[in-house]
């Protein structure tokens, strides 16, 4: 949706599903970049999760998954953009 809204102003726009917490999957997004473009000027990351509902009801596994994403995501996005910047 938002690559098709991109093209139809002009721009150009891939789309690369991934799970930020697999490392591996964020290294594939910078591969689909660089294909695409042949480097990577800016890096934005943006992604989150968020949980809604009472604290005592929510389970472990729900916050975990929290920090995994906000967190984690953050981080290996990071550390894969700034990989590619210094080469």
Same mark, same amino acid.
């Given at each position: 949706?938002?690559?098709?809204?991109?093209?139809?102003?002009?721009?150009? $726009? %891939?789309?690369?599903?991934?799970?930020?917490?697999?490392?591996? =999957? %964020?290294?594939?997004?910078?591969? $689909?970049?660089? $294909?695409?473009?042949?480097?990577?000027?800016?890096?934005? &990351?943006?992604? $989150? %999760?968020?949980?809604?509902?009472? +604290?005592?009801?929510?389970?472990?596994? =729900? +916050?975990?998954? %929290?920090?995994?994403? &906000?967190?984690?995501?953050?981080? &290996?996005?990071?550390?894969?953009?700034?990989?590619? +910047?210094?080469?």
């Amino acid at each position: 949706m938002v690559v098709r809204a991109c093209h139809e102003h002009g721009a150009e $726009a %891939v789309a690369c599903a991934a799970d930020l917490t697999d490392p591996a =999957a %964020v290294e594939r997004i910078r591969d $689909a970049a660089v $294909a695409a473009y042949g480097r990577i000027d800016v890096w934005v &990351n943006c992604a $989150a %999760v968020l949980m809604v509902g009472r +604290f005592e009801d929510m389970p472990i596994e =729900a +916050f975990r998954r %929290v920090i995994d994403v &906000n967190l984690m995501g953050c981080v &290996n996005g990071s550390r894969v953009a700034l990989s590619q +910047f210094r080469t």
